[in-house]
């Protein structure tokens, strides 16, 4: 378990990069302090601005409503729904004609859908669920591969008014049958697989294990994507092409008119307990941030070409592939397999290809694709790309130069992005305007206040490590989580309750010129390749096996990853630990986790680090480990 080398400090870099000036002259947003003083000074009125920008089937009575705080409510009153804007406005305009989608799958084949294709194969998609019975507020889950399908199952639960789950399709049988269930999902919509380096996954395979173990579908559509044998069940299990080449599927399809408030998605993203939290998102507020923290950031231009390289399966996808960009107007390429098959150029063959102009993505995949030397990128012409951007861990100042001077060319900005699942966009980030500092996300978006505070809420001093809370409500914030409020309240609201202060759940730091650095998780949360998962999560599929007694884990540094999952194990009376069964234990979890969750290392132990009251000391896993120094021992149990 040998923690990497020690990397440069984000925070002791003192470089400054200005943005080229073309950029600047050319940008959306061109100045920052006035607006961002407007907009914390007149909040409700900058919202409605924005809001002013999208179509409403009828606009709000009420900008914000803060009387069941911090179960805030935006935009009351208002009838909309996101796919009026994603999609129907287009069709009355040149947009029509316009590339919405360039998918490429990952053996090469590509399919294109401009805004009136697109607004078809929801429309069709969107009858044959109301064929299947699915009811507006109804929660159907949705696991899949990057494939166009994907986008088009979101879209029409969307515009029928259901709410989407969408789980991950790298996640497998335990963490599906977990999701529908707590979800209660009567439909699923999944696919025979997709292809990942090179290689057919069995999605179809996990889903019918999962549908065994979650006893609410009643009905399973299927794409075919690989066209590898699959079980399919009489009367529960549909081909997708089958369905939607009957007449019921038909060509035209009302959308339904939403209240502001009403459901427009749940997405389970891991927390301190084993139990994942299903945060939910709406109609009207959600559009409303995504929409413009994706044009002012990215500097959206009609003739862009925009490409955030994550998962749909993920908040980044859902916001930045599927919806913003789409509000937006903007042509979307969208990529289903690995970054470096078949070889490590296999991106920069997109960007070049498709002339993009606008790439987003991790740390983890540049540092991934950094490995493999500047020729791979080099032998391309990359010079479309005008910005650059980068979410879900901090980025190491070594990736960030890499992306900036052999991606970048030196002169594409880059907009480091912080914000999760909970924030429904963008919360601390650069524009394009703004001198950047490499490892910093730089300033707050407009709306947003902010804070880096002690436990009693206190401003920490200048450069000083503390918790960062959002400390007024914004239109993107999830509503709550899904059939358990009081999580909510006691996960984000309850530590600076007095204050009415959100707790993002990061550690940061802003030095003396205002820039803020964010530390890392303060929880059991670990980022595994930019991933979320909880350590309960892991501990709860080690503890599946017959094996294992006990389990900890914790995460710690990796070079490419940013963090990986250790194991710490204590097994069953009479069983000694062995590396035969550290592979099992490892094959173990991913299968009933998924690949990302597999820990990097395990350790067979005799006890674990707890406290009185029995609650594992993760931290002092992680200090011994890392060997620091192991803080405040006075709770821990003999
Ligand atoms: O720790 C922060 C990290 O990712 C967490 C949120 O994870 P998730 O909900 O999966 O959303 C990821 C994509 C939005 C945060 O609490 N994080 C996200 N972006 C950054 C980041 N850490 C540092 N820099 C970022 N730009």
Redesign the pocket.
Known sequence: MAPTKKAEKPAEIKAIYNPPEHIIKNATVREYDKLYRRSIEDREGFWAEQAELLDWYQKWDQVLDDSQAPFYRWFTGAKTNIIQNAIDRHLKTARRNKLAIIWEGEPGDTRTFSYHALNREVSKLANVLLNMGVKRGEIVTIYMPQIPELAFAMLACAKIGAAHSVVYGGFSVEALAGRITDAQSRVLITADGGYRRGRATKLKEIANEAMQRAATIEVCITVKRTGEEVYMENDRDFWYHDLMSMPIAGHKCETVPMDSEEMLFILY?SGTTGQPKGLVHTHGGYAVYTATTHRMVFDIKEEDRWWCAADPG???GHSYIVYAPLINGATVIMYEGAPNHPYPNRWWQMVEKYGINILYTSPTAIRGLMRFGRAWPDRHDLSSLRLLG?????INPEAWRWYHEVIGRGNCPIM???????TGGFMITPLPITALKPGS?TFPFFGIEIGVVDEQGQEVATGADGNLVIKAPWPGMARTIHGDPDRFLETYWKDYKKQGWYK???AARIDEDGYVW?I??TDDVI?VAGY?LGSAEVESALASHEAVTEAAAIGLPHEIKGHAIHAFVILRAGLSGSSQLESELKEHVGREMGPIAKPESIEFVDMLPKTRSGKIMRRVLKARALGEDEGDLTTLEE
């Open positions: 993203t993920w908040i980044t980068t979410v879900g861990e901090t480091d992005t912080w914000w999760q699942t909970e996300v993002a759940g990061d964010i890392g998780r980022k979320r």
